[in-house]
Nanobody
Framework: QVQLIESGGGLVLLGGSLRLSCAAS????????MGWFRQAPGKEREFVAA????????YYADSVKSRFTISRDNAKNTGYLEMNRLKPEDTAVYYC?????????????????????WGQGTQVTVSS
């Protein structure tokens, strides 16, 4: 079994920054991609960003493009989500997820069912 441990959430003022981390541990598996998703109260889980583990190709939701940066450290088996210029609408529980599945259709990495393992979630609250 693979465990994903997230950290870095919290309360931040409008325009502030946070850096989320997602450390993978447990059974060794081939990590194809890591994604970040978020879910606000009363809303569906939505895609935020994803990164291909080999090569580092990244994908972003339009709502976070130019403000958020996803990255990974292969040696540490850890992914990161750097969030800048945060807005109240960014308030949500943020989840990281990983998959060993390869798809040539890249938009599949923006979809939750693609991912096999999920973290427990970390709360991000942006106050105005």
């Amino acid at each position: 079994q693979v465990q994903l441990i997230e950290s870095g959430g919290g309360l931040v003022l409008l325009g502030g920054s946070l850096r989320l981390s997602c450390a993978a541990s447990g059974r060794t598996f081939r990590n194809e991609a890591m994604g970040w998703f978020r879910q606000a109260p009363g809303k569906e889980r939505e895609f935020v960003a994803a990164i291909r583990w080999s090569g580092g190709t990244t994908y972003y939701a339009d709502s976070v493009k130019s403000r958020f940066t996803i990255s990974r450290d292969n040696a540490k088996n850890t992914g990161y989500l750097e969030m800048n210029r945060l807005k109240p609408e960014d308030t949500a529980v943020y989840y990281c997820a990983t998959t060993s599945r390869y798809y040539s259709i890249t938009w599949l990495y923006t979809k939750p069912p693609t991912y096999e393992y999920w973290g427990q979630g970390t709360q991000v609250t942006v106050s105005s």
